[in-house]
């Protein structure tokens, strides 16, 4: 079988760019999508929560960071941006110790407890995947 079966080939050529065929697969899923496709980000709705809590600067910049890293995952296409920055910010909370503010603003808010949990799971399975803690917490 083997002296039957072609020689392999790297599935991306030498210079780094992807093989034709796979930039038109790409394409195809663009017109499908009739070309529509938008992401919301949740940086502005973090900014925001963070200032009707009462939280610090250093906060702030934590949670930008952990935003970010929402876009390693598939949960910007699964929730709206505020249920990101929401989970964010319980997660970031509860990783710093100081959930109690957080989570009294999300009881006020009436969120779904569940799509702000999701959103904390998949951030936890992240940053294990990664090999590292939360941002802004020091890890030993």
Known sequence: ARGRLPARRPFWSSNGAPPPPLLDLELVV???????LVVCHPHRDVVRYVGDIGLEQAFLEDAWLMVNDTYRTDLCLLFPPYVIALGVLFALGHAKKQPDKIVSYLQEAGVDDAEVRHVCMELVNLYTKLGRG???????
């Open 30 to 36: 663009l017109q499908q999508l009739d070309f529509y």
């Open 134 to 140: 939360h941002p802004g917490v020091d890890v030993p």
